[in-house]
Nanobody
Framework: QVQLVESGGGLVQAGGSLRLSCAASGTIRRIYTMGWYRQAPGKQRELVAVFTSGGSINYANSGKGRFTISRDNAENMVYLQMNSLKPEDTAVYYC????????????????WGQGTQVTVSS
């Protein structure tokens, strides 16, 4: 099994910063994509930023210039530095990864963390 555990959410005033972390663990053979989505109340889950299988980064327009995704491949971790936060960034932020495992070689599956709440007050 694979587990994704997020941390770093919280309450911050508009204009502030937060850094989210996500640790992947379990029977991981290889991580192909890893990144962040978010879901605000009453809205669909949406992309924030993700490392693609080719190593490039996709950012949602809403976070460009304010959010930076980074990773530590050796530790199977991904981070999201969020600066200049706005009230509209308030959401539950989810870590996601597409991986193959040692238990099912060649089968790629997508996993999600439990989410971490980010609340930005005006």
């Amino acid at each position: 099994q694979v587990q994704l555990v997020e941390s770093g959410g919280g309450l911050v005033q508009a204009g502030g910063s937060l850094r989210l972390s996500c640790a992947a663990s379990g029977t991981i053979r290889r991580i192909y994509t890893m990144g962040w989505y978010r879901q605000a109340p009453g809205k669909q889950r949406e992309l924030v930023a993700v490392f693609t299988s080719g190593g490039s980064i996709n950012y949602a327009n809403s976070g460009k210039g304010r959010f930076t995704i980074s990773r530590d491949n050796a530790e199977n971790m991904v981070y999201l530095q969020m600066n200049s936060l706005k009230p509209e960034d308030t959401a539950v932020y989810y870590c996601t990864a597409a991986v193959t495992t040692t238990q099912a070689v060649g089968v790629m599956s997508t996993y999600w963390g439990q989410g971490t709440q980010v609340t930005v007050s005006s």
